[in-house]
């Protein structure tokens, strides 16, 4: 989802078509919202594929569209994929309702947690390399040399921890 993201907005001055002329032409509404749905993408992104298919004179059907998004997020709203959204640091639009909702969002927050966990390790691990690069120097002196030992022992020392961590919360049962 990051990704389709990412290269509309790099192609948002040609214009980001969600569909081509040709997917615009064959549309199976229902299938395109029912792919929708297990993307976790809002009602809005009909809105986008009705602008994109206007230009073949193609109307979407937002019957078909909505019953087929709503069964697309029968899988999207899963404690499982709001884990692995939130440990990729995905946003959530606020697609799920109800129970599912309250499911997904458990999960979300265990992955949020996660992703924070794993910044914390790639901080350690850019530290961890300025410090190797600072011991590296020929003129360090043997109290810089001993102080950069204990702070590279104490990350690894962390990255330890934190990696414990990732791994009991991958554990929590959702």
Known sequence: MKAAALL??????????????????RADWRAIGQSDGVAGWGISRLDEHAKACREVGV?????????????????????QVGRTKGADGASYYGVCSGPAEAAFMRGYQVGKQIHDLKKLQDSNRRQRKELTDQLAKKDIKED???RIRRDLERLDHDDRRLQRLVEQAYQIPL
């Open 8 to 25: 509309c907005a790099a192609a948002a001055l040609s214009g980001c078509a969600t569909l081509s002329d040709k997917e615009c032409r």
């Open 59 to 79: 109307v979407p059907d937002p019957t078909a569209y909505a019953r087929g998004r709503e069964q697309g997020l029968q899988s999207y709203c899963q404690p």
């Open 144 to 146: 810089e040399s001993k």
